[in-house]
């Protein structure tokens, strides 16, 4: 078998959640040149709605050309993320990069923000980023191509970003400000740069619209609007006040739309009478196990399921209406 050539050929990644999500997918695709990964994050079983676990990634990165060492951390905890940095100088003899990539999240505005989940935020992505940084930078420092990612957003201080989630934002924004102070402290030595996913993307419906009219709908996707139409009374329309668009892909899919603005409310197959204040894009089956309460939207939001555009504080306002329907569905 001939030697991986690849850019991070022999190199050791250092990755923090990575036993899914993007996390993995950025250990793949260096495991496919060769690299050698360190799957720093604390799932040691299977959840039953979040599968994989640092086992079963170590064991795709090796499938994939790469070598793995799955190490138990939990970010909050700097005894396991330095015990993780030893293991990995021991087994590989360094670091190279290092990619911050552990985050919690809870699109909640203030008043419902349990402080929980505000130490939660706070203790994983500004604190868990610091500490992990600061474990492996001295190895980092040694090596000819160290590199610092963090998965985290750029520095935007327009007021929208922060009214409708703002714990999440300042906590995500402490994992930026992270990258813009540690590539001044240690310019020359390590590059310390932010990546951050474009979300919110929806298809472009302009093809769509030259089609043929659609059939008549059936099936799961069909049963759920029928249920969701049959739930709408004048008090979920007065409390919501959104108009939803839905841009389904898969069997029964298309465009739907669920207005809870107007009087009564409306559901139906098309784009609405009025422009939508969210669109949210996913597979026809994802959309029913959310709405069934088989998969939590935030869940499905984090792992690309689900792409949501416009303004976020409703799409989540719309979560409490499927957590009506899920008895029904």
Same mark, same amino acid.
């Given at each position: ?10 190199c ?48 795709e ?72 940084s ?20 750029p ?48 298809p ?5 619209? #030259?089609q043929?009219?659609? *059939?008549?709908? /059936? $099936?799961?996707?069909?049963? +759920? ?6 739930? &709408? ?41 009025d ?8 597979? #026809?089956?994802?959309?029913? *196990?959310?709405? /069934? $309460?088989?998969?939590?939207? +935030? ?6 399921? &689900? ?23």
């Amino acid at each position: 078998m001939l030697p991986n050539t690849g850019k991070l050929a022999g190199c050791t990644v250092f990755i923090t959640g990575a036993s899914r999500g993007i996390g993995k997918a950025i250990a793949l695709k260096a495991a496919k040149d060769g690299a050698n990964i360190v799957i720093a994050a604390k799932t040691t079983q299977a959840h039953p709605k979040l599968p994989g676990t640092i086992y079963t990634a170590a064991e795709e990165i090796k499938a994939a050309g790469g070598k793995a060492l799955p190490c138990i951390v939990d970010v909050r905890n700097e005894e396991q993320i330095s015990s993780a940095v030893e293991k990995a100088v021991e087994k590989f003899g360094g670091i190279d990069i290092l990619v911050n990539n552990a985050s919690a999240i809870s699109l909640t505005n203030t008043l419902e923000t349990p402080t929980k989940k505000v130490d939660l935020m706070m203790n994983v992505n500004t604190r868990g980023t610091y500490l992990t940084s600061k474990a492996c930078i001295p190895y980092l420092k040694k090596s000819k191509i160290a590199h610092i990612l963090n998965l985290s957003p750029p520095l935007n201080l327009n007021p929208l970003w922060f009214k409708q989630h703002c714990a999440y934002t300042i906590a995500k924004y402490g994992m930026s400000m992270c990258v813009l102070g540690m590539a001044e402290e240690f310019k020359g030595e390590i590059a310390v740069n932010a990546l951050w996913p474009k979300t919110g993307a929806v298809p472009e419906l302009k093809e769509e619209k #030259t089609q043929p009219p659609p *059939k008549p709908r /059936s $099936g799961a996707v069909e049963e +759920t609007f029928r249920i969701l139409k049959d739930s &709408l009374t004048d008090d979920v329309v007065k409390a919501t006040q959104a108009v939803y668009q839905f841009e389904l892909l898969g069997e029964d899919g298309g465009t739907w739309f669920l207005d809870l603005k107007n009087k009564g409310g409306n559901i139906g197959h098309g784009e609405p009478s009025d422009q939508a204040d969210v669109v949210m894009s996913m597979s #026809t089956d994802d959309f029913v *196990k959310m709405f /069934s $309460g088989k998969i939590k939207p +935030t869940v499905a939001f984090m792992s690309g399921k &689900l792409k949501i555009k416009g303004n976020m504080a409703l799409a989540i306002k719309l979560e409490k209406l499927m957590n009506q329907m899920n008895s029904k569905l």
